[in-house]
């Protein structure tokens, strides 16, 4: 894709490199890009802000430039289900405000981030000026899709070590991208309880976890990570052998 827009000063370098990997805008030129994102700005805001609230209206969605949010429904005993934690290249509630409902999760900044807050009004108006922001919005919905079957997939198929272990290469692979490979040092982006409900197992059990992975070279002080073999644990979390 090109450049999204020559004339957005308050887009940098960065964050058209970001826009790049959402998949709204993977495959899309930079005409249909700049109609989508309309009159889009940087929010920033600081972590624990509310960014949208379950049961209402969806008016918007959001593109992360930076940081992690937390997507969660609040459950009858005041508990949270979470439902995703996403971070900078990802975007949400296309969907449901596509279809003018009301947001099924609340969406929290779990660290400090920078947001692109897209209007519906927009969205809408792209739609009818050009077939293919609707084509582009598809194979948003079908990734969305498709992330969240794996997620699920791998909550049933997958060990609780195996689940921490491929939450870590992930990590390791956001941070200093797809190719990364051998040691290297890294840091938890937010509290290890919410990792642990992000993948579906207590505090407990993560922390019996990380115990395990160990064995396969992880190492992990406070919010300070340290992996022997990068692609030995990959192998880990595919298999269960190795550690």
Known sequence: MNSPSRDRPD?????????????????????????????????PLPRGSTIMTQGAPADAFHVILEGWVKLYR??????EA???????????????????????????????????????????????????????????IAHHT????????????????QRVADFVVDLARRTFGRDVAGRLALKLPYDKALIARRLGMTPESFS??????????VKVSRDAVTIADLDRLDGYARSGEGA
């Open 11 to 43: 887009l940098d370098p960065a964050d058209l490199a970001r826009l790049r990997e959402v998949a709204l805008f993977r495959h899309v030129d930079a005409d249909v890009c700049a109609a989508i994102l309309g009159g889009a700005r940087p929010l």
């Open 82 to 140: 979470v439902v995703a934690v996403m971070t900078a290249g990802e975007s949400f509630a296309e969907a449901v405000m596509f279809m003018g409902g009301r947001y099924p999760v609340t969406g929290e900044a779990v660290s400090d981030v920078r947001l692109l807050r897209i209007e519906a009004a927009t969205l809408r108006t792209a739609i009818r000026a050009d077939g293919r922001v609707a084509i582009a919005l598809l194979a948003s």
């Open 146 to 161: 498709e992330v969240l079957s794996e997620h699920v997939e791998a909550i049933k198929a997958l060990s609780a070590p």
């Open 74 to 79: 609040r459950q009858p005993d005041g508990g």
């Open 208 to 217: 019996r976890a990380l115990v395990t992975l160990r064995e396969a070279g």
